[in-house]
């Protein structure tokens, strides 16, 4: 019955940035290692919202006036009887508008993301780590050495970049075909971010073992739909302009507990569960 009701998991991974939250706020010892990641959001969000965000906003401005512009000119010439597709057309207006700047947002909190985590990724491992000892009541590290450690870190960058471009390119030749097309490749889209978005939020515990990429990805979709749920919160939350800086360390918090809960219980103690290559 507690399955039905949340969803089969996809509530209960969607609680876990409250959850995080809970947790952070009655834990003030942990409150240090949130303090560099939020500066450096802070710096990487400056030079996102200034050489991304502001020109994409005017930019939209002015697409957004050369439609409203044709639309008039269309509106213009119709009888006198169709008057009621103005209201129409002011209607289809302002959910453009509302769309494409939460698209704006979007994007700007997924760079957010990519840099913030990779520029802060000392400080979040950090705080990864004092979640997980204080939620399993130990910490599982498997060392491999600082050169190598930088190696898996530029590889996993790498092969999200593979990834995206494997399946994000015939994503977007699918806009080419109306109706279905665009409908596929809307939805193809948003599950390949969150399918990305899960995997750097949920990084940290898997990194410390030396998870392969393919076991990282496994594990993503073996969770579903708790990490489809969670996925979902956490766009929704670093697309908030400027509380994002906040949120994206939230974020992180939340994916270490959600591996704790979730992930832990189904691996094998055994020696099979870590990978060491990539």
Same mark, same amino acid.
């Given at each position: 019955?507690?399955?039905?009701?949340?969803?089969?998991?996809?509530?209960?991974?969607?609680?876990?940035?409250?959850?995080?939250?809970?947790?952070?706020?009655?834990?003030?010892?942990?409150?240090?290692?949130?303090?560099?990641?939020?500066?450096? =959001?802070?710096?990487?969000?400056?030079?996102?919202?200034?050489?991304?965000?502001?020109?994409?906003?005017?930019?939209?401005?002015?697409? +957004?006036?050369?439609?409203?512009?044709?639309?008039?000119?269309?509106?213009? =010439?119709?009888?006198?009887?169709?008057?009621?597709?103005?209201?129409?057309?002011?209607?289809?207006?302002?959910?453009?508008?509302?769309?494409?700047?939460?698209?704006?947002?979007?994007?700007?909190?997924?760079?957010?993301?990519?840099?913030?985590?990779?520029?802060?990724?000392?400080?979040?491992?950090?705080?990864?780590?004092?979640?997980? +000892?204080?939620?399993?009541? %130990?910490?599982?590290?498997? +060392?491999?050495?600082?050169?190598?450690?930088? !190696?898996?870190?530029?590889?996993? +960058?790498? %092969?999200?970049?593979?990834?995206?471009?494997?399946?994000?390119?015939?994503?977007?030749?699918? =806009?080419?075909?109306?109706?279905?097309?665009?409908? $596929?490749?809307? $939805?193809? !889209?948003?599950?390949?971010?969150?399918?990305?978005? @899960?995997?750097?939020?949920?990084?940290?515990?898997?990194?410390?073992?030396?998870?392969?990429?393919? %076991?990282?990805?496994?594990?993503?979709?073996?969770?579903?739909?708790?990490?489809? !749920?969670?996925?979902?919160?956490?766009?929704?939350?670093?697309?908030?302009?400027?509380?994002?800086?906040?949120?994206?360390?939230? @974020? $992180?918090?939340? !994916?270490?507990?959600?591996?704790?809960?979730?992930?832990?219980?189904?691996?094998?103690?055994?020696?099979? =569960?870590?990978?060491?290559?990539?």
């Amino acid at each position: 019955m507690l399955q039905i009701l949340s969803g089969f998991g996809f509530l209960t991974g969607a609680s876990y940035p409250l959850r995080s939250l809970a947790l952070l706020g009655r834990t003030p010892r942990l409150w240090n290692y949130l303090i560099m990641p939020i500066l450096v =959001n802070i710096v990487v969000g400056i030079i996102l919202y200034a050489g991304l965000l502001i020109p994409s906003l005017r930019a939209t401005e002015s697409l +957004e006036m050369v439609l409203s512009n044709w639309l008039e000119a269309i509106l213009t =010439n119709l009888p006198t009887w169709l008057g009621f597709l103005r209201f129409l057309a002011t209607g289809i207006d302002f959910l453009l508008d509302v769309l494409l700047i939460g698209l704006l947002f979007f994007l700007t909190g997924f760079l957010l993301v990519q840099f913030g985590t990779l520029l802060g990724a000392p400080w979040y491992g950090q705080l990864s780590e004092k979640l997980e +000892e204080l939620r399993t009541g %130990k910490i599982q590290i498997v +060392e491999v050495g600082i050169v190598r450690d930088i !190696g898996r870190a530029i590889l996993f +960058e790498l %092969k999200k970049l593979v990834l995206a471009l494997v399946i994000g390119l015939p994503l977007l030749m699918l =806009n080419f075909l109306p109706g279905i097309g665009t409908t $596929v490749a809307t $939805v193809g !889209g948003f599950m390949l971010t969150a399918t990305i978005i @899960c995997l750097d939020f949920l990084d940290g515990p898997s990194e410390r073992r030396r998870f392969s990429f393919r %076991k990282k990805l496994a594990i993503v979709f073996g969770c579903l739909p708790a990490s489809a !749920g969670f996925s979902i919160v956490c766009i929704g939350l670093v697309s908030l302009p400027l509380l994002n800086f906040v949120t994206i360390p939230l @974020c $992180v918090a939340s !994916g270490t507990l959600f591996w704790c809960d979730r992930v832990l219980p189904t691996l094998a103690p055994s020696r099979e =569960n870590f990978s060491h290559g990539e």
